[in-house]
C-alpha cells in the first residue's frame, strides 16, 4: 500500500516531466507499469467475462489470453468513445468507471495468473 501510495506521490511530483532524474523517476516508473497492469487486468475480466457470454470456447491458454484482452480492450475503448461522446472525458469519471469495474470484477483480478499457473505442465 505504502508502494502505491508513494508511486502516486511521485507520479503527481514529477507530473509528466522526461527530464526529472532522481530516485523519484524510478517510482513514477513503477507507477506507470503498474496503471497498464491494473488495465490490462481490467480488459482480460471483462474480454474473458464477455467470451463467456457470447459462450466462445477456446482451445489453448494463448487463445484464450489473447481473445479475451482483445475483447476487453474493445470494450473499454467503447466505454471510452461514449464518454467522449457524452462529454465525460474527465479523470474523475474515467477514475471512477476504473475502480466500479474493478469492484464489480474483485474476485476474478488474479484469474489470468491462476489460469495460466493451473494449465500450465512445467
Known amino acids: ?3 502505491l501510495l508513494a508511486g502516486i ?11 526529472y532524474t532522481g530516485p523519484l523517476a524510478l517510482l513514477d516508473r513503477a507507477f506507470d507499469l503498474g496503471l497498464v497492469g491494473a488495465i490490462a ?8 467475462k464477455l467470451g463467456r457470454k457470447l459462450r466462445l470456447s477456446f482451445f489453448s491458454v494463448a487463445e484464450e489470453f489473447s481473445f479475451s484482452i482483445m475483447l476487453g480492450t474493445g470494450s473499454l475503448a467503447l466505454a471510452v468513445l461514449a464518454f467522449g461522446l457524452l462529454g465525460l472525458l474527465k479523470p474523475a469519471v474515467w477514475s471512477s468507471f476504473l475502480c466500479c469495474a474493478r469492484l464489480h470484477l474483485r474476485g476474478r483480478l488474479m484469474m489470468p495468473f491462476t489460469i495460466f499457473l493451473r494449465r500450465s505442465r512445467l
Open 1 to 3: 500500500m505504502s508502494l
Open 41 to 48: 487486468s481490467i480488459a482480460f475480466c471483462v474480454g474473458r
Open 9 to 19: 506521490y511521485a507520479h503527481i511530483r514529477i507530473s509528466g516531466s522526461q527530464e
